[in-house]
């Protein structure tokens, strides 16, 4: 082997490990999800709705923040989740949102969110695989866990 295959097998490989990184953790377990989530939303004064876009192993793709609201609530539309999901080419997504108010117990708004979002995804073929809610002091619930999704 001469010095060009050394130098393109190494190319190789730093593109490989490039774009393993780049794509991001896998977020195989609800401990990772709530860890990854509570960088971004805990302590937030206003409720924020993010979603992570994930692939076909659960790696994170991209998160965004897509709609932030008022101290009591935030208006989410499942058109826009699925447009960023397509855009994103996500295969799989977790929303999360926070309660300023620090109770993270999910509202029946929350319910009813969640599934207009189960819904309008699964058409496209993209899974929401969970909705967690976050409250004070990091408490987290997710309603996965919890059977509602």
Do not use: W
């Not at 208006?75 to 108010?101: E, G, K, W």
């Not at 496209?124 to 409250?135: P, T």
């Amino acid at each position: 082997m001469d010095i060009q295959d050394k130098k393109g097998i190494c190319e190789l490989a730093a593109k490989y490990v490039m774009e393993d990184l780049k794509r991001g953790p896998e977020l195989s377990s609800p401990e990772a999800t709530k860890d990854f989530i509570k960088l971004h939303l805990y302590a937030e004064p206003h409720e924020k709705f993010i979603v992570i876009f994930m692939d076909t192993r659960h790696r994170v793709i991209c998160h965004e923040d897509l709609f932030q609201g008022t101290i009591d609530g935030a208006t989410v539309y499942p058109r826009v989740v699925a447009t960023r999901a397509l855009f994103n080419q996500a295969a799989a997504i977790i929303v999360a949102h926070n309660h300023p108010s620090g109770i993270a117990e999910p509202s029946q708004a929350d319910l009813f969110i969640t599934k207009r979002l189960k819904d309008a995804l699964a058409l496209l073929d993209i899974r929401l695989l969970d909705h967690f809610v976050v409250g004070g002091a990091g408490e987290m619930i997710s309603m996965a866990q919890r059977g509602l999704i």
